[in-house]
């Protein structure tokens, strides 16, 4: 099994930066993908950006180059630095963890990031 908790979240102007973590723990040699999912209410969950073994990271068009994904593999972490945020940014961010072929799914239980005036 694998476990993830993601932090960072919250409030911040339009403009800003946050920076997400998501630590995993537990069967962490088992996981090959790992993305950055988010979620508002009445919407499906959006890919945001993903990175797997010995690839490039991968970010969705909206992020438009204002974010980037860095991992820390000594502290199993993943981190997701966001620039330039917009309103529209706002959601719950979510981790998710998969093995080589996807067939297990690790999500951690997400984080509030709001951009308000």
């Known amino acids: 099994q694998v476990q993830l908790a993601e932090s960072g979240g919250g409030l911040v102007q339009p403009g800003g930066s946050l920076r997400l973590s998501c630590a995993a723990s537990?069967?962490?040699?088992?996981?090959?993908?790992m993305t950055w999912y988010r979620q508002i209410p009445t919407k499906t969950r959006e890919l945001v950006a993903s990175i797997s073994r010995e690839e490039n990271p991968r970010y969705a068009d909206f992020v438009e180059g204002r974010f980037t994904l860095s991992t820390n593999n000594a502290e199993n972490t993943l981190y997701l630095q966001m620039n330039s945020l917009k309103p529209e940014d706002t959601a719950v961010y979510y981790c998710?963890?998969?093995?080589?072929?996807?067939?297990?799914?690790?999500w951690g239980r997400g984080t509030q990031v709001t951009v308000s005036s």
């Open positions: 537990g069967s962490t040699s088992r996981i090959y993908h």
């Open positions: 998710l963890a998969e093995d080589f072929m996807r067939n297990n799914q690790y």
